[in-house]
């Protein structure tokens, strides 16, 4: 079964961190990228980060650079997001999703496109107050 579970949420003050885990299900395993987008009230999805499952490498959008770590254990099965200097603008939903690997798409692990994050968590809530 696809699974994917987000944990490690919760509230802090501004200036705090979090440690927000996802846990990939066997059947999910075979992913070319994984990635964690966030989702504020009444704004629309955003990319977080990613990580390429190949070479390890990672992405992060502006105003998270700095600031999170996106890291995995060795089999890749388990990813983090170490999130340091939090601030309440950073309060959302986190949600970690995966990108299979399909034959013959040419697609890159790590494309800023939603095209291919095909299975989703169900989000765990960060609160940051000022």
């Known amino acids: 079964q696809v699974q994917l579970v987000e944990s490690g949420g919760g509230s802090v003050q501004s200036g705090g961190s979090l440690r927000l885990s996802c846990e990939v299900s066997?059947?999910?395993?075979?992913?070319?990228?994984i990635a964690w987008y966030r989702q504020a009230p009444g704004k629309d999805r955003e990319r977080v980060s990613c990580?390429?499952?190949?070479?390890?490498?990672?992405d992060y959008t502006k105003s998270v650079k700095g600031r999170f770590t996106m890291s995995s254990d060795v089999d890749k099965k388990i990813v983090y997001l170490q999130m340091n200097s939090l601030k309440p603008e950073d309060t959302a939903v986190y949600y970690c999703t995966v990108r299979p690997r399909k034959p013959y798409s040419t697609i890159e692990a790590c494309s800023w496109s939603l095209a291919g994050f095909d299975y989703w968590g169900r989000g765990t809530q960060v609160t940051v107050s000022s």
């Open positions: 990580l390429s499952r190949r070479d390890g490498a990672t």
């Open positions: 066997d059947a999910a395993l075979d992913y070319i990228g």
